[in-house]
């Protein structure tokens, strides 16, 4: 099963655009993240919003969260090429467990 | 530093082999995990282990096994049974169930020839 869908499953723009991707989940959650994957490399967390937050900055990186339509968004700004990757988000299939599941990923291309 | 460590980086089996992954972390991580991948696609949950000796299944467990003897190792073993075992697997711990934060290996490629 998977917890998370990403829309869209690609995305292409210009350096110096902003890039959007949404994340659905299913279930209730505590917390929901946000990953990197370089291609053929492991995944870096880039950020972790927890349920009574609806909104969370780490630099260039902004993520929202709504509960009531079990939505989380990233959106990142000014994008270099160097952001080019997939993106992930994962959350705890049921709040308090360690059953992490991942979505299916959006892989963002950043044109120089 | 502190990391988790996956190997061998690429391998190569015949049909019909079993063949162990490794996975070793020095963070000191209760949970870890162990992931596939597949060209093109998301993450599937194969495997899990909340504490040593206690581990549970995931999502797509068939044909594979798993061992949690020491908090630092969890290898994950492809058996024959699994029918259709080239992926990419990878390798995850955490601290905590809401600690948020999932460290991963770098990887292992396994090819079945």
């Known amino acids: 099963s998977q917890q998370g869908e990403e829309d869209p499953q690609a995305l292409s723009i210009q350096e110096g655009e902003n890039a959007t991707m949404n994340c659905s989940y299913k279930?209730?959650?505590?917390?929901l993240q946000w990953y990197r994957q370089n291609s053929g490399r492991g995944l870096v967390h880039l950020i972790l919003?927890?349920?009574?937050?609806r909104e969370k900055h780490s630099g260039r990186l902004r993520v929202t969260l709504d509960t009531s339509k079990k939505s989380s968004s990233l959106l990142i700004t000014a994008s270099r090429a160097a952001d080019t990757a997939s993106y992930f988000c994962a959350s705890p299939f049921l709040s308090g467990t360690y059953k992490y599941i991942f979505g299916t990923g959006t892989r963002l291309k950043v044109l120089a | 530093d502190g990391g988790i460590t996956q190997s061998p980086k690429y391998l190569f089996r015949k049909e019909g082999q079993n063949v162990t992954l490794s996975c070793e972390q020095n963070l000191n991580h209760d949970a870890m995990y162990w992931y596939r991948q597949d060209p093109g696609q998301g993450l599937r949950l194969i495997y899990y282990s909340q504490i040593v000796n206690d581990f549970q299944k995931g999502d797509i467990a068939e044909g594979y096994s798993v061992s949690r003897e020491k908090k630092e190792s969890f290898p994950l073993t492809v058996t024959s049974a699994q029918k259709n075992p080239t992926a990419f697997y990878l390798c995850?711990?955490?601290?905590?169930?809401?600690?948020?934060?999932?460290?991963f290996g770098e990887g292992s490629r396994l090819t079945v020839l």
């Open positions: 919003i927890r349920s009574n937050e």
């Open positions: 995850a711990s955490i601290g905590g169930w809401n600690t948020g934060e999932l460290f």
């Open positions: 279930t209730s959650i505590n917390n």
